[in-house]
Structure formats: C-alpha cells, structure tokens
C-alpha cells in the first residue's frame, strides 16, 4: 500500500465527522483521494478589489479593509452582520452560522483580507460567509503564498467546517505528511518526452502556486495525466480484446444472405451501406472478435446493415440479438425486420419487460433450443435467465444509452464471444468518438438513401403561432400528418407535463373534433393506451400527434410531413436532429418547425440557427459540444468521461489527440505493458479494474 493510500482519517485535522462529509459529499477516502480534489480557481492576493468596483453578482473577489464589531440581527433567522470599510466604501458582511466564533474572533482596528462572493440584498451589496483573512505585522516570518487556491465544497461540507479555506489546511497538512511520497504514474520517458512536471511538483504547485507560470504548468500535466489513463483504459482494452479473444469464424455467405438479396431486397445499397457491410464482413471472418461501432445518421438505412449482418451469422449457424433502449423501439425493430424477412422462415421474437411470464418461459425454451434465430428486444436481454444456444452476433442500437458495463454482460452468453456492432443515430463527434468509443473500431454511413428531400426547417416565435397553425391545416388538408412534442425534462417533470396538457388543450381548440382527431402520448400512460394512441396515429386516423419525447425514437410514420417542436430552445441538438428525422421518410417534402419563445439568449439564437442551416447530424452534434459542452449531450451522463475532474473535451482538444497517440504509440511496442517501466501503468489499470472499493459502492 503506498501512502496516498492512507486513510483520511489519518489526517490531521479530520475527525469521523469530517471524514464522514468528505466521504459522502466529495467521494474522498484516502489522502490521495483528498489531493486530486484540486483547486477550480485561484484568487490572486496581489489583485484586490476596492468596494466601488463591485456589483451584484461579481465574481469571488478580495478586498482589504477594516472590520466593524459584528452585531446580532432582528429577524427571522439569527445572524450577524459587520461594515467592511476600505477607501472607497462600505458594504455589509453577514453570518448565519457560528455567529458566538465569529464575535469573539474579529479584531476592530485590524486590517484584514476578506474574500468572497458579493450579492445584493435590497440594493445593499453585501458578502454572506466571507473568508477572513488576519493581516498582522509580525508576517515577515512566513509570507503568504500569493494566490488563494479555491476548492468545491458544499452545504454539508461548510457545516463540518470544511469551506474551501477548511480544505486548503486539509491539503497542507497531506502535504507535510506526504512530503516526497507521491508516486508517478506516467512512465519516465512519458514525462520527459512531454516535458511534465513530476507528479509530486504538479501536485505541489496545482494546489500551492506560487506563481502563473506554476498553475499552468501543473494544470497541464494533471490534464495530461487524467486524458492518458482514460485513453489507456479503452485502448488497453482493445488491444487485450484482439490478443485474447477468439472471434466466430463466419466465412461463408449462405442461403438466408443471398434469398434476402436476391429477392427481399426492395432497393440498391448505397454505397456507403456497401461498404460499412464489406468492413463488417471482414471482421466477423478474420478469426478475432468484432467490436465494431456503426455511426450514422437518422435515416442512413442502419438497420438494413444490422440485418444484412444477422443474415451473415445465421448462414454461419449462429443466433443473433438486438438490443435497444426502448421497448417502443425494440417493437419496431421487431416489427421491420417481421416485415422485411416476410416468407423467408426466419424465426424471429421480441422479448421485452411486458412480455408476460408465460409467453417469456417458452421464448426462453425455444431460445435455449436453437428455435428462435434472431431475438429482439430491450435490456430485459441481459437478464441472467437469458440462454442463448449459441449466440453469435449482436447489435446494440443507440449504444450510450447503456454503458460499457451492460455492453460486456452480453459477452458473457456464449462460449466464444459474439460479435458485437453497435450502431448510434446520435452522431458523435470526433474528438468524442475517440475517447468514448476509444475501444471499438469504427464504421460510418455518410451517405443518404438516393432521392431523399432534405427536410426544411424554421424558426417560429410566439408571435407567429397562428400563422403556424394556418400551415399545418394545410398540410393537413393535404392529407399529411404532423407531431407537436414537448420537452420533458426529468427534473420538472411535473411543470413539463402540465405544459403538454395545455398545450394539447389549445391545440383541440384550433383543430377541434370531428374534422380533426388528435392522438396524445406521454412517458407517464399505462403502456396500452399508449400504444391505442401510437396505434391511431400510425393507421392515419389521427391527423395530430401531441406527444413528449417518446416519440424521439422508433416512431415510423412516412406520411407525417410536419415536425413542431415546442420549446425547442430546451432540446440538446441532436435530440432535435433525432426529431426531425421522424418526417422526410416518405416521398414528400417535409418541415420542422422550431418554436421558442421570442427572446432567446445569444447561445439559444445560435443553436437554433445550426438547426435551420444544417441538416447534417455530424456538423451539429459537432455544434452542439462546443455551444452546451459534454454535460449537455443525451447519455453521456454514465460515460465516464464527465468524471474528468480537469480536462475538458472540447477545450483542450490537441491534447485528446495527443495523449491518444502517445498512448497508442506505447501500446505499439508494449501492448502487454510488460516493460518494467511500465510496470505503473499496469498496477493503475489492476487497481482500477480488479479493485473494487466495496466501501465505496453505498
Ligand atoms: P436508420 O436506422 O439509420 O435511421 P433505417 O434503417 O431505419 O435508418 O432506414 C430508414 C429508411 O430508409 C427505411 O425506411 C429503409 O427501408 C430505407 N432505406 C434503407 N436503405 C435504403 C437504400 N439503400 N435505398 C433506399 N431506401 C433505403
Ligand atoms: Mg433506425
């Protein structure tokens, strides 16, 4: 055990209360656990802000000045309050909590840094819980550092003592019990090629600099760090995956392949199809296993691939599966591939949550029997009680969804791995891609069904409602039909929902009955009257569908010309593109009508803008990353890569790219990671992957 290693309550200055918060507020176990939870900001000491330069709403900022008596406050909640003065004006400081400490402590007369967050109360500016700071003369003896580091800390963590100034005494006293003993990670010729600071110095600077030149340097090293272990992680893996296993040796094309071709097959390939099929094939025959990711966009003709590639491993004797987030688009997945395969006595079932327990035993026989050839269906598919008779191929559709964990369960359903594609609608972007799917090789269709008409999309205020309306009866009148959906957005659900009722209101009022029949669909319905409304509007007697996002995925209706999204400055991008890719599937030109309210923040116009101009789902995934960040993109939530405690994707994109490559680089002459100076690296992936902190899983 090394010292980082140590328990934090080994610390000085944290008692079990203390590492009790810092356990459940931060995650910090261990004294190395305590020094990666680094600074978000450094507040510069030589840089003081005077009384006149502050606002409502500013920045931390540091001032220095004079301190009057704290004194107690009538009101509701007890507290305390104090002027600071400095040459230019006065504001109030106020406290809540530990108001006897703070009384006794204040020295009148003394000078003092106060740093905080100014906020304005009645048009008062004032600091609520400042950081206090002595300014004695007797200083010379240690000078203080000149920047302040500043650390996350929360509500909980503040009542235990521990603000961010609680925590910087915390990171001095790892300091003095670490002196010297914090272990590199990365490989000597790593650091010195890329002129890195040594672990301990880039910990010693990140949270003590002394100056600018310091903080970058060691924020830069620590971004180093965090970007090469996680590429190290995935591609480690894909190298292990191709050393190790054994794939299913499909080498030849049968009967179900070319009976589909030859008379199933209602149109040509694209050439993108042809080729993504091509690169596929060649993996399913190569003797290793495939992990393969297919990327393409709405409408792509994805599912077509899949199926191609089941026909490939059923000729090969092998069953196959097809997972997908959603039982709405499991069934219509199940009910494409039922329609496409029609008289080709190709055994097909669809094994879903709602499936009832008498139909789901003889699924399970007749899937344990070899019956069943391909099987459908959503994550009930991974269930243990799941056996396959000899699994070959699976497709996971709309991977990000699931996660890595869910993706390697499957592996574990037949003897030799089955080959794996996962196919994503949602475009990634590169710098994404790379990382996420850093694992997997990758195979994309950028090429669209010939004679598609590109989708027309506008934005539309309040203001043009009516005018809105008057469009879709005509549309209508037409003979066409159209969605109106709703965000629903986890936290308001409750609000979200009230505004779809609202909406669907005023909605009947201007298409009433009987000319006009309008379905609804919400998360919140019992699962048959969902589907009598979904059922309703697919047989086309429903003009209008009224719905939250549950129609994102897996709803096929060709003859729907119309996409309106309400609140569309509420949706992530590609959850629009997803969208509007539900029209333009029949012959007819389509529209996608983005309403929002009439103002709209620069970020907002801007992303709508994207929507308007571009109907290529890469251009504004690649949009949607650098307007909103990772944190905003559907599913990434449980990627992992949202742990990154420095590094930011989009930011600092040139060292995605470059500690990838120097990760591949290493892993091209050492892919066992044997070498004894590499020897870190494997202990960092052994810890991490074998040793599960089961105190840490509450
Ligand atoms: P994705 O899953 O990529 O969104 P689908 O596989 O659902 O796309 O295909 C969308 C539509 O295009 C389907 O109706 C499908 O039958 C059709 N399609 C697929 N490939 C072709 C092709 N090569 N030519 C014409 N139509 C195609
Ligand atoms: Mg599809």
Redesign the pocket.
Known sequence: MSVTDMDITMLKGVGPNKATQLQRELGIYTVGDLLMHFPYRYLDRTHVSTVDQLYDDSNLVVLRGHISRPMPQTGRVPRLSANFTDATGTIELVWFKGLRWIQDSIKVGHEYLVMGKPSSFNGQISIIHPDLELLTSEQGSHTPLPFIPVYNSTEKLKNAGLSSKGLARLMENAFRLLEGHIEEVLPADIVATHHLPSRYDAMRMIHFPRNHQEIAVSTQRMKFEELFLLHLDYQYAKYERQRKSNGLVFGTIGEHFNRFYAEKL?????NA?KRVVKEIRNDMRSGKQMNRLLQ?????????VALLCMLIALDNGCQSCLMAPTEILATQHYN?LCRMTEGLDIHIELLTGSVKAAAKKIIKARLESGDIDLLVGTHALIEDSVQFHNLGFVVIDEQHRFGVAQRSKLWTKSQVPPHILV?T?TPIPRTLAMTLYGDLECSV?DEL???RKPIQTTHATEAQRLAVYGFLRKQIALGRQVYVVYPLIQESEKMDLVDLMNGYDAISNYFPLPQYQISIVHGKMPPDVKAYEMDRFKRGEAQIMVSTTVIEVGV?V?NATVMMVENAERFGLSQLHQLR?RVG?GGSQSYCILMTKDHLSATAKERIQTMVDSNDGFRIAEADLKLRGPGDIQGLQQSGILDLRLADIVDDEPLVRSTREAVQALLDTDPTLALPEHYCLLLYLRNKRNGINWSRIS
């Open positions: 209602p149109f040509e390939l694209t199809q393409g966009d709405v409408g792509s003709g994805k599912t077509l494409t196919m609608a269709i069904p010939p004679g096929d060709p890719g599937r």
